[in-house]
Each structure stands twice: as structure tokens, then as C-alpha cells.
């Protein structure tokens, strides 16, 4: 199925025009692309970073974890909406690369689960700001949540930058 969407994908004009190398402007929005997604990287992984290690107690310590949300969360969300249109164009000028590739299939995986933690703390943090303190349980509950994001999120970037290297293309 996925192999079929691939073909599919690759002969549509959209992606025809994207990896056509031979036209300036063409050529031009790969590389603007992926300079604007590494920024937004960079965004999002400081922010969830901070977000992370103010729940686990080791920095940030200053600000509540809501107040901290309340700064970073329109980072988060505006950055990873900027990277999945800068991903959508880089994948679209070169599916068979991108689809099929283990790196590239972690990555999204990767990404549902840390997006998933991120609303949760979004969403306990519009209800209760003092949410995480609340008990010891829920201490605990914070810092398991942002080890698995924290260890997500790099396994995203070491994920990400693996696709270059591993091009399913060449195996068949």
C-alpha cells in the first residue's frame, strides 16, 4: 500500500516540479526548506527541552511549569506547524526517499507520541496551572512523561538525521 502511494506520489506534478534540479527556483525551495525546518528544530527542541527539565526539576525553576507553558507552548505549535510544511515539501520532492525509509517512519512516530505529551501538558495546564504539583503521584506521572519526551525528542533528531543515510532506494 505504502509502496503504491509512494509511486503514485512520486509522477505527480507537485512532486515532478519539486525535484526538478534543472530550474533555478525549483532547485532553490529544497534547500530553503530544509534550512527553515533545522531552524524550527532548533525551536521546538529548546523549547520542549526547557519544558521538560522545568517538570523534572532542573531548570526553569524560577517560573511555574503553566507560566513556562504559556510562553513556549506558541513556539511549540507554530514551529511544528512550520516543520510539517517544510517535511511536506521535502517529502513530496522525494517519496520513494523519504516514505519508505526506517528512519524516516521512526521519526513520525516518534513525533505522534511527543505531540501527544505535549497537549497533555497543554491541556492540564489550561485546566489546573498547579496540575503537576498537586500530589506525589502525579510529580512522579510528570517526570515519567518528560524522560519519554526528552528521549523521544532526541531519538526524533537522530532519527531525522538518519534519513540521509538511509536510503531504502538502494536496498531494492
Known amino acids: ?3 503504491g502511494f509512494t509511486e503514485w506520489l512520486e509522477v505527480t506534478p ?3 516540479m519539486l525535484s526538478d534540479t534543472t530550474n533555478f527556483w525549483t532547485w532553490l525551495i529544497i534547500p530553503v526548506s530544509q534550512c527553515i525546518h533545522i ?3 532548533a525551536i ?3 523549547s520542549v527541552g526547557i519544558l521538560n527539565l522545568r517538570l523534572l526539576g ?3 525553576t524560577r517560573q511555574s511549569f503553566a507560566q513556562l507553558a504559556g510562553h513556549l507552548m506558541p513556539w511549540i505549535w507554530s514551529a511544528l506547524t512550520i516543520l510539517f510544511i517544510t517535511g511536506a515539501i521535502q517529502t513530496i520532492a522525494e517519496p520513494g526517499r523519504e516514505l519508505p525509509n526506517v528512519g524516516f517512519r521512526t521519526k513520525m512516530i516518534l513525533l505522534m507520541i511527543t505531540v501527544a505529551i505535549t497537549l ?3 491541556r492540564t495546564v489550561k485546566k489546573d496551572p498547579n496540575y503537576w504539583d498537586h500530589s506525589v503521584e502525579r510529580r512522579k506521572m510528570a517526570h515519567v512523561l518528560a524522560t519519554v519526551s526528552l528521549v523521544a525528542w532526541i531519538g526524533i533528531a537522530t532519527a531525522g538525521r538518519l534519513i540521509a543515510y538511509m536510503d531504502m532506494r538502494q536496498a531494492q
Open 14 to 16: 507537485l512532486s515532478v
Open 1 to 3: 500500500m505504502l509502496e
Open 58 to 60: 532542573i531548570a526553569g
Open 39 to 41: 531552524v524550527c528544530v
Open 120 to 122: 497533555v501538558y497543554e
Open 44 to 46: 521546538v527542541m529548546i
